[in-house]
């Protein structure tokens, strides 16, 4: 099956991406919306987004887990973010080339909320704020080297670009991957300064650490692997990868650019009880606009002061990006924030995984709080590569089609997730859970 559901009801969504292929490589801005990335015929093309929901060029009204990929943690347009943001505009500007007071205000929370996070630099974007920490973990340490997990993604920059789904064919034996470019273009050598490891696999990153410890500055992960749909780490695994780092001198970077302030106020090293040096944020941050921020220990952090290591940018800490945090952050500080936003995410996820065992598909749902994914597979999936031969991508694009036509949105690939918002209800998940049923059967049935 190569057509989207019912894509008569997206007619317009089918012209406006014409109209966009004339004027834009592959009609869109960014490859996860992109028809290589499992939108076929054509993406929806958006209207607008109210709370859970959003609406499409031709009048259809879906049930919203996509949520921009994550930054939505509070729905669309939440009003309070919203009015932060106009108010700043109006009242005071967007771009200064300098400090405003509201910067401070912002870091001291993200400080209160993080016990890893000592001080903190504000971003653009997470793909600049993971460059920042490897530049820092590299001059703190005098180390060149960076470890990073076959299956993440952690930016397109060219230092990290690799190995993030590559052909098994090309990325060598299960125990030592090799580096794989994302694809052409990338400056030969990068890859000298990078160790590919299978994650979920502490003994490997023990041999690895011994063998190259002296070299390596860094190791850089996600606390749960969200780029290769969701996989939660093995009980015991961030604790090992924790220690064997701090013996060998070498610091850990936990890349919460999905988990963070989405699993918690600690995000996701809150969550599991896991201190790493450096630490990456974006996406719940902001409320769905863009801001990123990095930090960590004061004494790695320290390198910035003086400008001994640069972090620079136009538009670093712009007013409206500023607003928007603070906003954001408020509202998630609010008691009973995450205990309401779990509740909801748990009666999705165990009520996914119940209809799809009682359909007797194979099918597990895997997650934490309002994070989760859907893997079709006989059995769990605990890294990238058994994702790659066990998970049944064809199951899942029929049961994303499905879904998308009974009016529930989540990203066609299975390597993505759902994520909850606050916005979502309990009304909302049930009628999920009703088109799953829906769904489920027609998978059953082989439509």
Excluded at 24 to 45: D, E, M, Q
Excluded at 390 to 415: E, K, N, T
Aim: charged share 20%; hydrophobic share 45%; proline share 6%.
């Amino acid at each position: 099956m190569n057509y989207m559901p019912a894509h008569s009801r997206t007619a317009r969504s089918g012209v406006l991406f014409d109209a966009a292929r004339r004027v834009i490589p592959g009609g869109v801005n960014s490859t996860a919306r992109a028809t290589w990335s499992g939108w076929t015929p054509y993406p929806l093309f958006v209207e607008r987004g109210t709370g859970s929901r959003i609406e499409d060029a031709d009048g259809n009204v879906y049930i919203d887990y996509l949520l921009g990929l994550g930054p939505m943690i509070l729905g669309h347009r939440p009003p309070e973010v919203t009015q932060a943001v106009v108010d700043f505009i109006e009242n005071r500007g967007t771009v200064f080339a300098l400090p405003t007071a509201d910067e401070a205000v912002l870091a001291e929370k993200i400080v209160a909320a993080l016990p890893s996070v000592e001080q903190v630099r504000l971003c653009n974007t997470g793909t600049e704020a993971v460059l920042y920490a490897t530049r820092l973990a590299r001059a703190f340490t005098g180390r060149h080297k960076i470890v990073r997990f076959e299956g993440m993604y952690h930016g397109f920059s060219d230092a990290v670009y690799w190995s993030k789904h590559p052909s098994l064919e090309k990325a060598g034996p299960d125990s030592r991957p090799q580096p794989v470019a994302q694809g052409p273009g990338m400056p030969k050598g990068v890859e000298a300064n990078l160790i590919i490891l299978p994650w979920n696999d502490a003994d490997a990153l023990r041999d690895v650490v011994w063998t190259h410890g002296h070299e390596i500055a860094a190791v850089l992960t996600e606390p749960l692997m969200c780029n290769t749909g969701c996989i939660l780490p093995e009980p015991g695994y961030l604790e090992a990868m924790r220690a064997i780092t701090a013996e060998a001198g070498i610091l850990l970077i936990f890349d919460e650019v999905i988990t963070g302030f989405r699993l918690g106020l600690a995000g996701a090293q809150g969550r599991l009880g896991i201190k790493p040096d450096l630490s990456v944020f974006a996406k719940g941050l902001g409320g769905g606009f863009p801001v990123a921020a990095m930090g960590g220990r004061r004494d790695v952090m320290s390198l910035v002061d003086q400008g001994r290591v640069s972090m620079a940018g136009t538009y670093t800490a712009n007013g409206i990006a500023i607003a928007a945090a603070n906003a954001t952050l408020d509202m998630l500080a609010r008691p009973g924030f995450y205990e309401n936003l779990d509740a909801v995410s748990d009666r999705l996820r165990l009520g996914l995984e119940d209809v799809l065992q009682d359909a007797g598909l194979p099918a597990h749902v895997v997650g934490l709080g309002p994070l989760m994914q859907v893997w079709f597979s006989e059995k769990p999936i605990r890294n990238y590569r058994e994702a790659e031969r066990h998970a049944d991508q064809a199951l899942f694009d029929r049961w994303w089609r499905g879904m998308l036509s009974r009016g529930v949105l989540f990203h066609p690939g299975a390597y993505e997730n759902l994520f909850v918002s606050a916005a979502h209800s309990a009304e909302d998940v049930d009628a999920t859970l009703d088109a799953a049923r829906d769904t489920a059967q027609e998978l059953l049935r082989g439509a």
